[in-house]
Antibody, heavy 120, light 107 residues
């Protein structure tokens, strides 16, 4: 069974850092492209970042470029999101999801999300 | 950035109704549109990809259509479990963007 499970969320002060992790199982992780998508409380979905299986292709939303870094460790079946210089507007549930370029980058398997709260 | 405008923002419907949700892109995006369903406190679920392809395991009462700038998802014979919020997403250009969502409520 395909599973992705996020962790690492929590309360952080503005300007602080946090590293989210996404543990994958049930599939050959290194062959899969991955994305991070976030959802502020009571709001809609916002795509954050994408990484190809080989890490050769990485994309970011303008709102996080230069502050967030996506990475993966295929040997550990894990995806990461390093978040620096956090702002109040980064407060959201962060989801990781498998993403298929073959299917025009649709995302089908999603984790349950991890909540990041940026507040003093 | 490509703007995705969904309509309506919310709707009330009864079990058995046929429901159509529309998404309009601010520029032509071929068929690079996907539809997701989200229930409160849950992760989004992929329903339709590439405008009209039904994701595996999704009931056949869901269907999608459109190309260019105008897209729809239709639910034939709405079921209790379909009451949720629906989002469209474009992946034609970076940044990938979502519509604001359509909440389907029980009448």
């Amino acid at each position: 069974e395909v599973q992705v499970v996020e962790s690492g969320g929590g309360l952080v002060q503005p300007g602080g850092s946090l590293r989210l992790s996404c543990a994958a199982s049930g599939f050959t992780f290194g062959s899969f492209e991955m994305s991070w998508v976030r959802q502020a409380p009571g709001k809609g979905l916002e795509w954050v970042s994408y990484i190809s299986g080989s890490t050769s292709t990485i994309y970011y939303a303008d709102s996080v470029r230069g502050r967030f870094t996506i990475s993966r460790d295929n040997a550990k079946n894990s995806l990461y999101l390093q978040m620096n210089s956090l702002r109040a507007e980064d407060t959201a549930v962060y989801y990781c999801a498998t993403t298929y370029s073959v299917n025009n980058y649709a995302s089908d398997y999603w984790g349950q999300g991890t909540l990041v709260t940026v507040s003093s | 950035d490509i703007q995705m405008t969904q309509s309506p923002s919310s709707l009330s419907a009864s079990v058995g109704d046929r429901v159509t949700i529309t998404c309009r892109a601010s520029q032509s995006i071929s068929t690079y549109v996907h539809w997701y369903q989200q229930k409160p406190g849950k992760a989004p679920r992929l329903l339709i990809y590439t405008a009209s392809r039904l994701q595996s395991g999704v009931p056949s009462r869901f269907s999608g259509s459109g190309s260019g700038t105008d897209f729809t998802v239709t639910i034939d014979s709405l079921q209790t479990e379909d009451f949720a919020t629906y989002f469209c997403q474009q992946t034609f250009n970076i940044p990938w963007t979502f519509g604001q969502g359509t909440k389907v409520e029980i009448k």
